[in-house]
Protein backbone atom coordinates (compact mmCIF):
# COMPACT_ATOMS: atom_id res chain seq x y z
CA UNK A 1 0.00 0.00 0.00
CA UNK A 2 1.38 3.85 -1.10
CA UNK A 3 1.83 6.24 1.35
CA UNK A 4 -0.84 8.16 -0.88
CA UNK A 5 -3.47 5.45 0.26
CA UNK A 6 -2.65 4.88 3.66
CA UNK A 7 -2.65 8.55 3.57
CA UNK A 8 -6.39 8.65 2.20
CA UNK A 9 -7.54 6.07 4.63
CA UNK A 10 -6.44 8.24 7.44
CA UNK A 11 -8.37 11.19 6.17
CA UNK A 12 -11.08 9.44 4.96
CA UNK A 13 -11.63 7.62 8.79
CA UNK A 14 -10.88 10.81 10.49
CA UNK A 15 -14.13 12.53 7.94
CA UNK A 16 -16.34 10.03 8.50
CA UNK A 17 -15.92 10.30 12.45
CA UNK A 18 -16.01 13.30 13.05
CA UNK A 19 -18.66 13.99 10.68
CA UNK A 20 -20.86 11.70 12.90
CA UNK A 21 -19.73 12.68 16.52
CA UNK A 22 -20.45 16.60 15.33
CA UNK A 23 -24.25 15.19 14.54
CA UNK A 24 -24.46 13.11 17.51
CA UNK A 25 -22.39 14.82 20.96
CA UNK A 26 -24.98 16.99 22.95
CA UNK A 27 -23.07 19.86 23.28
CA UNK A 28 -23.55 22.23 20.57
CA UNK A 29 -19.78 23.94 21.50
CA UNK A 30 -18.28 20.57 20.78
CA UNK A 31 -20.19 20.18 17.84
CA UNK A 32 -18.55 23.06 16.04
CA UNK A 33 -15.33 21.76 17.21
CA UNK A 34 -15.73 18.43 15.20
CA UNK A 35 -17.20 20.38 12.54
CA UNK A 36 -14.30 22.23 12.25
CA UNK A 37 -11.53 19.35 12.18
CA UNK A 38 -13.76 17.85 9.72
CA UNK A 39 -13.82 20.94 7.10
CA UNK A 40 -10.18 21.07 7.48
CA UNK A 41 -9.99 17.13 6.81
CA UNK A 42 -11.45 17.52 3.17
CA UNK A 43 -9.17 20.39 2.54
CA UNK A 44 -5.95 18.01 3.59
CA UNK A 45 -8.64 15.40 0.80
CA UNK A 46 -8.49 18.34 -1.67
CA UNK A 47 -4.68 18.82 -0.85
CA UNK A 48 -4.24 14.71 -1.89
CA UNK A 49 -5.68 15.51 -5.07
CA UNK A 50 -3.90 18.01 -6.14
CA UNK A 51 -6.37 20.89 -6.28
CA UNK A 52 -4.76 23.23 -4.04
CA UNK A 53 -6.84 26.16 -4.76
CA UNK A 54 -9.95 24.26 -3.35
CA UNK A 55 -7.93 23.50 -0.66
CA UNK A 56 -7.31 26.75 0.50
CA UNK A 57 -10.85 28.11 -0.28
CA UNK A 58 -12.04 24.94 1.84
CA UNK A 59 -10.06 26.63 4.77
CA UNK A 60 -10.95 29.97 4.65
CA UNK A 61 -14.49 29.42 3.59
CA UNK A 62 -15.45 26.62 5.72
CA UNK A 63 -12.92 25.96 8.07
CA UNK A 64 -12.84 29.82 8.79
CA UNK A 65 -15.98 31.77 7.57
CA UNK A 66 -18.88 29.27 8.03
CA UNK A 67 -17.36 27.71 11.03
CA UNK A 68 -17.81 31.08 12.70
CA UNK A 69 -21.06 31.98 11.47
CA UNK A 70 -22.48 28.98 13.11
CA UNK A 71 -20.79 29.41 16.44
CA UNK A 72 -22.08 32.65 15.91
CA UNK A 73 -25.26 31.36 15.48
CA UNK A 74 -25.56 29.37 18.62
CA UNK A 75 -24.10 32.44 20.82
CA UNK A 76 -27.08 34.70 19.78
CA UNK A 77 -29.44 31.96 19.98
CA UNK A 78 -28.36 30.47 23.87
CA UNK A 79 -28.15 32.09 27.01
CA UNK A 80 -25.52 29.80 28.23
CA UNK A 81 -23.41 28.62 25.23
CA UNK A 82 -22.17 24.96 27.26
CA UNK A 83 -25.85 24.24 28.12
CA UNK A 84 -26.61 20.86 26.72
CA UNK A 85 -28.97 19.75 23.70
CA UNK A 86 -31.95 17.85 25.08
CA UNK A 87 -31.61 14.05 23.89
CA UNK A 88 -32.57 13.01 21.26
CA UNK A 89 -33.41 9.12 20.47
CA UNK A 90 -32.13 7.36 17.13
CA UNK A 91 -35.54 5.83 15.55
CA UNK A 92 -34.96 2.87 13.33
CA UNK A 93 -36.27 4.84 10.25
CA UNK A 94 -33.39 7.30 9.68
CA UNK A 95 -31.00 5.08 10.67
CA UNK A 96 -32.50 2.85 7.47
CA UNK A 97 -32.77 5.59 5.69
CA UNK A 98 -29.58 6.60 5.93
CA UNK A 99 -28.16 2.99 5.29
CA UNK A 100 -29.95 2.56 2.38
CA UNK A 101 -29.04 6.04 0.98
CA UNK A 102 -25.11 4.72 1.54
CA UNK A 103 -25.84 1.18 0.52
CA UNK A 104 -27.54 2.34 -3.33
CA UNK A 105 -24.62 4.85 -3.40
CA UNK A 106 -21.68 2.51 -3.20
CA UNK A 107 -23.39 -0.63 -5.03
CA UNK A 108 -23.56 1.81 -7.93
CA UNK A 109 -19.71 2.67 -7.23
CA UNK A 110 -19.21 -0.85 -7.43
CA UNK A 111 -19.49 -0.74 -11.35
CA UNK A 112 -16.19 1.37 -11.43
CA UNK A 113 -13.09 0.64 -12.57
CA UNK A 114 -11.01 -0.41 -9.49
CA UNK A 115 -7.41 0.10 -10.69
CA UNK A 116 -5.04 2.80 -9.70
CA UNK A 117 -5.30 5.92 -11.84
CA UNK A 118 -2.56 9.19 -11.38
CA UNK A 119 -4.53 11.92 -9.90
CA UNK A 120 -4.51 14.56 -12.54
CA UNK A 121 -3.02 17.71 -11.64
CA UNK A 122 -3.92 21.46 -13.11
CA UNK A 123 -2.27 24.61 -12.61
CA UNK A 124 -3.96 27.17 -10.88
CA UNK A 125 -3.92 29.34 -13.68
CA UNK A 126 -5.52 27.04 -15.89
CA UNK A 127 -8.45 27.05 -13.02
CA UNK A 128 -8.71 30.56 -12.81
CA UNK A 129 -8.60 31.08 -16.91
CA UNK A 130 -11.72 29.06 -16.74
CA UNK A 131 -13.43 31.32 -14.40
CA UNK A 132 -12.50 34.48 -15.38
CA UNK A 133 -12.36 33.93 -18.88
CA UNK A 134 -15.41 34.48 -21.03
CA UNK A 135 -16.16 37.45 -19.32
CA UNK A 136 -15.92 35.66 -15.68
CA UNK A 137 -19.51 34.35 -16.29
CA UNK A 138 -19.13 31.72 -13.07
CA UNK A 139 -17.90 34.21 -11.01
CA UNK A 140 -20.92 36.55 -12.01
CA UNK A 141 -23.19 33.68 -11.13
CA UNK A 142 -21.61 33.13 -7.93
CA UNK A 143 -21.49 36.81 -7.31
CA UNK A 144 -25.47 37.22 -8.12
CA UNK A 145 -26.58 34.58 -6.49
CA UNK A 146 -24.60 36.00 -2.92
CA UNK A 147 -25.92 38.96 -3.32
CA UNK A 148 -29.57 37.75 -3.68
CA UNK A 149 -28.98 35.53 -0.63
CA UNK A 150 -27.19 38.22 1.94
CA UNK A 151 -30.24 40.75 0.50
CA UNK A 152 -32.83 38.03 1.97
CA UNK A 153 -30.63 37.64 4.78
CA UNK A 154 -30.74 41.01 5.52
CA UNK A 155 -34.86 41.27 5.21
CA UNK A 156 -35.39 38.09 7.75
CA UNK A 157 -33.73 39.54 10.40
CA UNK A 158 -34.11 43.69 10.02
CA UNK A 159 -35.24 45.40 13.15
CA UNK A 160 -38.94 47.06 13.55
CA UNK A 161 -41.12 44.45 11.51
CA UNK A 162 -44.63 43.53 12.63
CA UNK B 1 3.19 11.72 -9.13
CA UNK B 2 0.05 10.52 -6.72
CA UNK B 3 -1.77 7.33 -7.78
CA UNK B 4 -5.08 6.11 -5.92
CA UNK B 5 -8.03 4.44 -6.77
CA UNK B 6 -11.63 6.18 -7.89
CA UNK B 7 -13.75 3.73 -5.93
CA UNK B 8 -11.93 4.52 -2.31
CA UNK B 9 -13.15 8.31 -2.75
CA UNK B 10 -16.32 7.69 -3.96
CA UNK B 11 -16.88 5.33 -1.47
CA UNK B 12 -16.23 8.42 1.26
CA UNK B 13 -18.82 10.41 -0.21
CA UNK B 14 -21.48 7.87 -0.20
CA UNK B 15 -20.59 7.85 3.57
CA UNK B 16 -20.92 11.46 4.05
CA UNK B 17 -23.83 11.17 2.56
CA UNK B 18 -25.28 8.85 4.63
CA UNK B 19 -24.16 10.46 7.88
CA UNK B 20 -25.61 13.89 6.06
CA UNK B 21 -28.96 12.44 5.69
CA UNK B 22 -29.22 10.70 8.94
CA UNK B 23 -28.38 14.04 10.57
CA UNK B 24 -31.15 15.40 8.70
CA UNK B 25 -33.86 13.26 9.88
CA UNK B 26 -32.81 12.63 13.43
CA UNK B 27 -31.70 15.76 14.57
CA UNK B 28 -34.10 18.49 15.87
CA UNK B 29 -31.95 21.50 16.65
CA UNK B 30 -32.09 24.28 13.28
CA UNK B 31 -28.07 24.88 13.90
CA UNK B 32 -27.63 20.85 13.93
CA UNK B 33 -30.13 20.42 10.73
CA UNK B 34 -27.70 23.22 8.77
CA UNK B 35 -24.22 20.86 9.89
CA UNK B 36 -26.11 18.10 8.27
CA UNK B 37 -26.95 19.25 5.15
CA UNK B 38 -23.68 21.43 5.00
CA UNK B 39 -22.16 17.77 5.33
CA UNK B 40 -24.09 16.25 1.98
CA UNK B 41 -23.07 19.30 0.32
CA UNK B 42 -19.33 18.56 1.43
CA UNK B 43 -20.15 15.41 -0.27
CA UNK B 44 -21.17 16.39 -3.02
CA UNK B 45 -18.29 18.82 -3.68
CA UNK B 46 -15.63 16.30 -2.88
CA UNK B 47 -17.38 14.33 -6.17
CA UNK B 48 -16.61 17.02 -8.51
CA UNK B 49 -12.62 17.67 -7.45
CA UNK B 50 -13.02 13.76 -7.30
CA UNK B 51 -13.81 13.55 -11.15
CA UNK B 52 -11.74 16.43 -11.73
CA UNK B 53 -8.55 14.67 -10.53
CA UNK B 54 -9.78 11.56 -12.15
CA UNK B 55 -11.24 12.69 -15.70
CA UNK B 56 -13.16 9.57 -17.70
CA UNK B 57 -10.98 9.16 -21.46
CA UNK B 58 -8.36 11.68 -20.54
CA UNK B 59 -9.93 14.51 -21.15
CA UNK B 60 -10.01 17.61 -19.04
CA UNK B 61 -11.74 17.44 -15.53
CA UNK B 62 -11.35 21.46 -15.13
CA UNK B 63 -15.02 22.52 -15.58
CA UNK B 64 -15.19 19.56 -11.86
CA UNK B 65 -12.46 22.31 -9.95
CA UNK B 66 -14.21 25.00 -11.01
CA UNK B 67 -18.28 23.90 -10.44
CA UNK B 68 -16.39 22.97 -7.35
CA UNK B 69 -15.40 26.71 -6.67
CA UNK B 70 -18.82 28.06 -7.30
CA UNK B 71 -20.23 25.71 -5.34
CA UNK B 72 -18.05 26.41 -1.82
CA UNK B 73 -19.43 30.27 -2.26
CA UNK B 74 -23.05 28.84 -2.88
CA UNK B 75 -22.95 27.37 0.56
CA UNK B 76 -21.47 29.76 2.37
CA UNK B 77 -24.60 31.92 1.13
CA UNK B 78 -26.65 28.84 2.60
CA UNK B 79 -25.07 29.12 5.90
CA UNK B 80 -25.97 33.05 6.07
CA UNK B 81 -29.63 32.68 5.12
CA UNK B 82 -30.08 29.66 6.98
CA UNK B 83 -28.67 31.54 9.90
CA UNK B 84 -30.78 34.74 9.28
CA UNK B 85 -33.60 32.29 9.49
CA UNK B 86 -31.98 30.87 12.75
CA UNK B 87 -32.13 34.40 14.44
CA UNK B 88 -35.60 34.98 13.04
CA UNK B 89 -37.18 31.99 14.41
CA UNK B 90 -35.57 32.68 17.47
CA UNK B 91 -36.51 36.33 17.88
CA UNK B 92 -40.36 35.02 16.93
CA UNK B 93 -40.78 31.72 18.97
CA UNK B 94 -37.80 32.03 21.12
CA UNK B 95 -36.97 28.44 20.38
CA UNK B 96 -34.76 26.96 17.44
CA UNK B 97 -36.73 23.25 17.40
CA UNK B 98 -37.77 22.67 13.95
CA UNK B 99 -40.58 20.81 15.56
CA UNK B 100 -42.16 24.14 16.66
CA UNK B 101 -41.49 26.02 13.50
CA UNK B 102 -44.87 24.90 12.43
CA UNK B 103 -46.08 28.14 10.59
CA UNK B 104 -44.25 29.64 7.17
CA UNK B 105 -45.13 33.26 8.09
CA UNK B 106 -41.90 34.68 10.15
Known amino acids: ?162 | MTTLALTGFLGLSAALLGVGVFGILTRRNFILLLIAVEVAMNAAILNFVYFAAFPPNGGSGLSGQAIAVVLIGFAATEVAVGLAIVLALNRLKGTINVAQATDLKL
Open chain 1, 1 to 162: MSLEELAFLALAVVAVATALLALLVRELVHTILWIAIFFVDLAAIYFLLEAPFLGVLQLGVYAGAVTVLLLFGIMVTRKRIFSREAATGIGPIPLALALVTFIFLVSAVGELPQSEVPVRSYAPSALSVLLFGTDGAWLLLLGLVMLAGVSGAIYLVREGRD
